[in-house]
């Protein structure tokens, strides 16, 4: 009878411990989508440079494929497309990256769920700025390691 109390009482912890995670899930995703473009941002750029070819990012609601410029063929290739699930992306743009690093059809990125919205907004420099809700500036390394 103490066994069948005792699994009682650790089903009822469970129970509310698991509702307070699933609260917490739209958050990380949306963190985590932010990164990922981030980072797939980044490495169109570094691809172009040192490939010495042209890469551009077309955004979905869902989704965002990578594709570079043949110029033999006169046409884009599809390198990969990316899913993104619990967060809706919307981009006025599809950038595209050059070779010398610079960025044509400038583009800002939002990626919201229900947990808020960051903005991601690329200069014709290459540099890519990181906004939150509020769309104040901050590091990517911040929204990495915080905890909050």
């Known amino acids: 009878m103490e066994a069948l109390i005792a699994t009682f009482i650790v089903a009822i912890i469970l129970g509310v411990a698991s509702t307070s995670f699933l609260n917490l899930a739209p958050k990380y995703r949306l963190k985590s989508a932010v990164r990922e473009i981030n980072s797939r941002l980044n490495y169109a750029r ?3 440079i040192f490939e010495g070819v042209k ?3 077309k955004f979905d609601q869902h989704s965002y494929a990578i594709e ?5 063929q006169n046409e884009w290739r599809l390198e990969r497309e990316y899913f993104l699930n619990g967060v809706t992306l919307q981009a006025n743009n599809s950038p595209i990256f050059h ?5 044509s059809n400038l583009a ?7 947990w808020g919205k ?7 420099s290459g540099r890519i700025k990181v906004s939150d ?6 590091s990517i390394s911040n929204l990495i390691f915080s905890r909050g």
């Open 46 to 48: 570094y691809k172009s």
């Open 55 to 57: 890469v551009r990012i």
């Open 68 to 72: 570079t410029y043949d110029e033999e």
């Open 99 to 103: 070779p010398m690093g610079l960025v």
């Open 108 to 114: 800002s990125i939002y990626i919201s769920n229900s």
């Open 118 to 124: 960051h903005k991601i907004t690329l200069a014709i």
């Open 133 to 138: 809700n509020n769309y104040s500036s901050y």
